[in-house]
């Protein structure tokens, strides 16, 4: 009888025992499952990254054509300034006719 309860003692002590090897695996497995999500709101945040740099790329684009405008600008003022001139050429032009 003893021996017998000796022996059902030690099953449960090894139930016990392999039940803790579980409980540990399974906290380990919660451990790796907040690291997969922390890894996804990084994931997350990267995407958010993409796009602002996306966003920037576009407002340099924008840049380079304001830049080319304002270059326009000039030569039209120039123009302005080379017909300005041609006006005065042609008032002394026909003053002296």
């Avoid at 002590?13 to 790796?32: F, G, P, Q, V």
């Avoid at 994931?43 to 966003?55: D, G, R, Y």
């Amino acid at each position: 009888m003893c021996s017998s309860m000796l022996s059902s003692l030690l099953n449960h002590s090894l139930i016990d025992t392999d039940l803790l090897k579980l409980s540990l695996m399974l906290t380990e497995l919660l451990k790796l499952s907040l690291i997969d999500t922390e890894l996804l709101k990084l994931s997350l945040i990267l995407t958010e990254l993409l796009k602002l740099s996306l966003i920037d790329t576009e407002l340099l684009k924008l840049s380079l054509i304001h830049t080319e405008l304002l270059k326009l600008s000039l030569i039209l003022t120039e123009l302005d300034k080379l017909s300005l001139m041609l006006t005065e050429l042609l008032q002394l032009s026909l003053i002296l006719t």
